[in-house]
């Protein structure tokens, strides 16, 4: 492999982590907010909202994450079509990439709302009832003394799952995103060398290395709620 062959395989593959890093981020963007309100529903006292978010919660851990990124993305088309036999006429076009981060983010809520449920539930039912002594309402003992103490044990937790997310992402090739790993799978097809994807498994190292340090920096901060 010549200077010129390396320099193009190097630039394409840069191209490619940072589309993996666009849905690594927009996956967390949107999947570490919408956990919460999942994981309350799945602790809710209401047997219909708590039982239906436990179905969803075991069908979305219940089945591959690949399997999923199929069905979001070529589902909508098909049911599209099913409508359009009856006569009906959509306009209707399901971009490769959104369909990616709604299925990245479904996957995700769905392990993250578990973090979370874990984290709440091992706050002893004492700190609430001294909170009600104290006159703080549902909502303020919430935010203001669960929380807070949730996020710090859940921390190990979600780090171990966004680490995992980092890998995950090679999967988007699956419905043609083209992510760090299908660049390098294509330029080792062209090139007939391994280079490629040894170089791409230094790049998830190096991600990966960011993120660890990131959440071993974040549990410092939060030391002082040990």
Do not use: H
Not at 193 to 206: R, W
């Amino acid at each position: 492999m010549n200077f010129e062959n390396f320099k193009r395989m190097l630039l394409a593959m840069l191209e490619g982590s940072v589309t993996s890093l666009e849905v690594f981020a927009l996956t967390l963007l949107f999947a570490i907010p919408l956990a919460l309100p999942i994981a309350l529903g799945r602790m809710s006292k209401n047997k219909l909202l708590s039982g239906s978010v436990n179905v969803f919660l075991l069908i979305i851990r219940g089945t591959p994450l690949m399997l999923q990124l199929l069905i979001v993305y070529f589902g909508p088309g098909l049911f599209v079509r099913w409508l359009e036999s009856f006569g009906y006429t959509l306009a209707f076009r399901w971009d490769r990439f959104t369909a990616a981060i709604v299925a990245l983010t479904i996957n995700y809520a769905a392990y993250f709302a578990e973090i979370y449920r874990g984290g709440i539930s091992s706050i002893p039912k004492g700190q609430y009832e001294a909170a009600k002594v104290l006159g703080y309402k549902s909502n303020q003992t919430f935010f203001r003394i669960v929380l807070p103490q949730v996020i710090k044990r859940i921390i190990p937790a979600m780090g171990n799952e966004v680490i995992t997310l980092v890998k995950d992402t090679a999967l988007v090739s699956v419905i043609g995103v083209a992510e760090l790993l299908m660049v390098a799978k294509e330029r080792q097809s062209a090139l007939f060398s391994f280079t490629p994807l040894f170089i791409a498994g230094v790049f998830y190292f190096v991600m990966n290395w960011g993120v660890s340090f990131c959440f071993n920096k974040i549990e410092k901060k939060l030391s002082y709620y040990s």
